[in-house]
């Protein structure tokens, strides 16, 4: 198989963080990986150093890989900021310097559904509390969500959160909750020693 840019560019940064040497992270503010459309987000570059000829660069879904600035987001500095999402702003991110040093990738999902889960988009470090929870694009009246892990039921909340008190490893996986209103769409939460 012959491998892209695109996936040469992942093993890089695969090999990187295995070696410990990522020079900088994405940092996505509200801290999350999925965002309800028309709704505002930050992404801003922390290096390690001097920051000159970093940008945040997007793999999406479908299409070319792009930076902040050429046909998405506005670029202020290190900060990249999206005004107002829409489903072609879902995608893979990260930060690239101008001699191809790469940060972590963060994984961001746009969504029209009426339901989104609100879980941290970066690691959670073991035996730290974590909430994870159930959004609605209109405040309904009952806030009850039903919430799984890699597509089995874990426990039903009436207040629409749920509190794991003391992550570890076992924790790691795929999230999904549940509501009346319908299902927010599957998100990975990374959980770090």
Known sequence: MEL??????LLLFISRVAAGQSPGSLIVRPNRHQFFEYESVS?????????????VVKNPAHGNLTQCGDVWGKLEGINC???STKSVDS??????????EHSNTVNITVTDAPVILEIPILPVTEGHSVTLSCRHQETPSD??????KDGSFIRTESTGEMTIPAVNKSDEGWYLCQHSKGN???SWMNVTA
């Open 4 to 9: 892209t840019p695109v996936y040469w560019i």
């Open 184 to 186: 927010s769409p599957n």
């Open 81 to 83: 900021n999206i005004a």
């Open 91 to 100: 995608g893979v991110y990260w930060c690239q310097s101008e001699s191809g």
């Open 143 to 148: 806030l009850t969500a039903d919430f799984y």
């Open 43 to 55: 992404l801003s570059c922390e290096v390690q150093g001097n920051t000159t000829g970093w940008r």
